[in-house]
T-cell receptor, first 112, second 109 residues
Framework: DGGITQSPKYLFRKEGQNVTLSCEQNLNHDAMYWYRQDPGQGLRLIYYSQIVNDFQKGDIAEGYSVSREKKESFPLTVTSAQKNPTAFYLC???????????FGPGTRLTVT | QQQVKQSPQSLIVQKGGISIINCAYENTAFDYFPWYQQFPGKGPALLIAIRPDVSEKKEGRFTISFNKSAKQFSLHIMDSQPGDSATYFCAREGDKLIFGTGTRLQVFP
């Protein structure tokens, strides 16, 4: 089955620790995205990558980092500099028009 | 940042009724206006999308109406069913996809 996988589904970390969220796609899409979802705030773009070895900051990139070494993988690191990291994180990819994005099932990160 | 304002925040509809969700945007320099549907604990999925040169697009029970002069677009769900209960996001496609804040729809039998 083609699609996007995110792991793990739930992640718990202590404050001050960096944590990396996994995102893999087998859709052969060039573009990949990371969004953060908080109640009442919709989806906000963290980082995006339109091609391997290149990525751009989205609207809320502070405290996050990414890499794009392979076409199918776009991991997100939530660093200790992110002041409010507890959220639902969604990875997406697109192969053509930007409006047509395919989302993974998400990772719910809780930092205490 | 060009935002998309979405209303209402939540909506309760009886089975068989019409659900209407509205969105407003700030300028017309966008290519497509998509709607996404998200079930609890899942990622959003594209439901339907419309170009700004089209006034209406229908796919089954789902219809997008686009009012370019008012800079508004809306999603109508006809004959709403309990299985339609989800959160719906409008969005606009520019250099990035910008989402509205979402509408939680509950359809009761």
């Amino acid at each position: 089955d083609g699609g996007i996988t995110q792991s793990p589904k739930y992640l718990f970390r202590k404050e001050g620790q960096n944590v990396t969220l996994s995102c893999e796609q087998n859709l052969n899409h060039d573009a990949m995205y990371w969004y953060r979802q908080d109640p009442g705030q919709g989806l906000r773009l963290i980082y995006y990558s339109q091609i391997v070895n290149d990525f751009q900051k989205g609207d809320i990139a502070e405290g996050y980092s990414v890499s794009r070494e392979k076409k199918e993988s776009f991991p997100l690191t939530v660093t200790s500099a992110q002041k409010n990291p507890t959220a639902f994180y969604l990875c997406a990819s697109s192969g053509g028009r930007r409006y047509e994005q395919y989302f993974g099932p998400g990772t719910r990160l809780t930092v205490t | 940042q060009q935002q998309v304002k979405q209303s209402p925040q939540s909506l309760i509809v009886q089975k068989g009724g019409i659900s209407i969700i509205n969105c407003a945007y700030e300028n017309t320099a966008f290519d497509y206006f998509p709607w996404y549907q998200q079930f609890p604990g899942k990622g959003p999925a594209l439901l339907i999308a419309i170009r700004p040169d089209v006034s209406e697009k229908k796919e089954g029970r789902f219809t997008i109406s686009f009012n370019k002069s008012a800079k508004q677009f809306s999603l109508h769900i006809m004959d709403s069913q309990p299985g339609d209960s989800a959160t719906y996001f409008c969005a606009r496609e520019g250099d990035k996809l910008i989402f509205g804040t979402g509408t939680r729809l509950q359809v009761f039998p």
